[in-house]
């Protein structure tokens, strides 16, 4: 008790007639006792016939043959019939096998057990099966195939000592590995390094390592020496600029100090000078200024640049530049082109003629009203904002039209938008000349209709 079972594989050793161990019972372990398994020699050899007469090699009578027959018979119609019966959709009820009966007697006797009776008789039936059941259990699983027939039989010479020389031949060396040792041995260094044979070979070093490495060296020491010149530079233009500035300095308060004595150095021109330094100052605060609106845009782009900012400016702060007379109006205005209703649908193709240029035959505004008072607001539209203000802001003359710039010119005043001069280049008359030269089919359609524009200018103007 307490002992644990020991399984083994190990057979036990049984004996022949003679007394001789059966060695073929490791052949015959898992094979059925009839089964026929040649492990001798003397299996190999011929049975001699020494009798004719024999019972085992008589032929079979009638009654044996019949006998054998129908047991194959009915082994084949079950197996044949299972098959069927399994195809089928729809089969019949397997009979059932005879009842049967069983006596027995419970261990635990007594009035409060079994109902007071000392033995029970079971009748024992087979449970009725549905036909049209499906399979409970899994019967397709594939079992482990049975053991495969014996090995041939090897016939041995008979049993030889080995030599010395043999034996040391046939001695391998345990393989010792450099990543992995799962049983924990401890294995010395000579014969881990003779393991690999790393001392039976010759290590070969490359002479171009050599050329690499001093090359590398050569190339450290050149870039030192030039980091070592360039700093060096760097340090004599350092003192140079800073020798040049203190000169400068020094040259400054001299001048500071003979200004002050009253000195006039011989360098100065008088009026020149002055003009020049007061140009040099107006060049430095507009330098410094377009620096400070680079830096503006390039550290805040989401500012509003300074052409946003004219953008929003009052309108009233236009009216220095020559802009029309701004003139009160009651009456609704209207767009003058929705009106232009007198030609019909040729009056933009000219008559078909495709190579004349009559785009800007008419003038964009030809209203007074509208060019008098594109700038102006509405009487009441800033009421809300500047309330009793707006008639002082209005009366003031602070923005006058009149007003003109030094260098203007004084002629009469304009009151309407700028007119262009007609043809300044001669390009009307290239033109002509060119569909003259060319043979153009219809010269009186072009010629008539830049006259008709020649003279609507004229009558604009």
């Known amino acids: 008790m307490g002992r644990k079972k020991k399984t083994s594989n190990a057979l036990a050793v049984q004996v022949d007639a003679e007394g001789k161990i059966k060695y073929d019972a490791i052949a015959r372990q898992g094979q059925s006792k009839d089964k026929v398994v040649f492990s001798k020699y003397t299996d190999l050899l011929p049975k001699e016939v020494l009798n004719e007469d024999t019972p085992e090699l008589q032929r079979p009578d009638e009654e044996a043959v019949q006998e054998l027959t129908e047991k194959t018979r009915s082994a084949l119609e079950k197996a044949v019939s299972q098959k069927i019966a399994a195809a089928m959709p729809v089969r019949a009820a ?17 009035v409060a057990f079994n109902s007071g009776a000392k033995q029970r008789v079971i009748r024992m039936v087979e449970m009725q099966k549905d036909p049209m059941e499906p399979p409970r259990f899994k019967i397709n699983k594939k079992i482990p195939r049975g053991p495969p027939s014996p090995p041939a039989p090897v016939m041995h010479s008979p049993s030889r000592k080995m030599t010395v020389k043999e034996q040391q031949e046939w001695k391998i060396p345990p393989c010792i590995s450099n990543w992995k040792n799962a049983k924990g041995y401890t294995i ?7 393991a690999d044979g790393r001392g039976l070979q ?8 050599a050329k690499l490495a001093e090359a590398l060296y050569i190339a450290d020491r050149k870039a030192r020496e030039a980091v070592e010149m360039r700093a060096q530079v760097e340090k004599k233009m350092a003192q140079k600029e800073k020798e040049k500035k203190e000169e400068k300095l020094r040259e400054l308060a001299q001048m500071a100090r003979d200004r002050r004595a009253g000195i006039k ?3 100065d021109k008088g009026g020149d000078d002055g003009e020049a330094r007061e140009r040099d100052e107006i060049r430095r605060d507009r330098r410094q200024e377009r620096q400070h609106d680079r830096n503006i845009a390039r550290a805040a782009p989401d500012k509003r640049s300074k052409l946003q900012r004219d953008q929003e400016r009052d309108i009233s702060e236009l009216i220095a530049l020559g802009v029309p007379n701004p003139r009160s109006s009651n ?35 030809s209203g007074r009203d509208m060019a008098s008072n594109i700038y102006r607001p509405s009487k009441n539209i800033d009421k809300d904002a500047y309330s009793d203000d707006f008639d002082t802001l209005m009366q003031n003359n602070r ?36 569909k003259q030269h060319g043979g153009s089919k219809r010269p009186s359609t072009s010629s008539r209709s830049k006259d008709d524009y020649h003279d609507k200018k004229r009558r604009k103007e």
């Not at 203007?408 to 060119?434: C, I, M, N, S, T």
């Open 202 to 209: 010759t290590v070969h070093i490359n002479e171009n390592f």
């Open 188 to 194: 010395p260094l000579d014969k881990r390094l003779a």
């Open 331 to 365: 009456e609704a205005q209207y767009d003058q082109r929705l009106f232009n209703q007198s030609k019909g649908m040729d009056s933009g193709f000219a008559g078909g003629e495709d190579e004349m240029y009559n785009v800007y035959d008419q003038p964009f505004r």
């Open 265 to 267: 150095s011989h360098g």
């Open 94 to 110: 397997d009979k059932q096998a005879p009842a049967q009966y069983i006596r027995y007697t419970p261990s635990q006797q007594g």
């Open 399 to 434: 923005f006058v039209p009149d007003k003109e710039f030094s260098g203007a010119d004084h002629g009469q005043r304009r009151d309407g938008p700028v007119q262009f001069e007609e043809d300044p280049f001669g390009l009307d008359k290239f033109l002509e000349e060119a």
